[in-house]
């Protein structure tokens, strides 16, 4: 399955209510989501972590919808194949150091 096609069946089950939910609610609830990833990811629970990859995943389609943003063609418009910022493969940028998880 392409994105897109996963965007087409978040769009036939869920639609309408995303479309009554609006925008911003459908965003606060990709953020709870997001919330929901990092707190299964330090408990280490990867059954768990999968689920919520997929909630994140639904819930950030569904915004597309709203939003009328084709997902796959945004996600390849940005990430052509190569890293956005430095255009290599594999990416060469430097990352800021000191990230961690703090929830
Ligand atoms: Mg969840
Ligand atoms: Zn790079």
């Known amino acids: 399955m392409r994105i897109r096609e996963f965007q087409e069946m978040m769009r ?5 209510k995303d479309r ?3 925008i911003e609610r459908t965003y606060i609830w990709l953020v709870e989501e ?9 408990r ?6 999968g689920t919520e990859v997929a909630d994140v995943m639904a819930w950030l389609a569904s915004l597309c ?3 009328e ?4 063609k ?3 418009n940005k990430y052509p194949g190569v890293c956005p910022r430095c255009g290599s493969v594999p990416c060469k940028c430097n990352e800021p ?6 929830l």
Not at 12 to 16: D, K, M, P
Not at 44 to 49: C, H, L, S, V
Not at 69 to 72: H, I, K, Q
């Open 12 to 16: 036939r089950i869920y639609y309408e």
């Open 20 to 22: 009554r939910r609006g």
């Open 34 to 42: 997001v919330g929901e990833l990092g707190r299964a990811i330090i």
């Open 44 to 49: 280490g629970d990867i059954r768990e972590i």
């Open 65 to 67: 919808n709203l939003l």
């Open 69 to 72: 943003l084709d997902l796959e």
């Open 74 to 76: 945004m996600c390849l």
């Open 97 to 102: 150091r000191g990230r961690r998880l703090a």
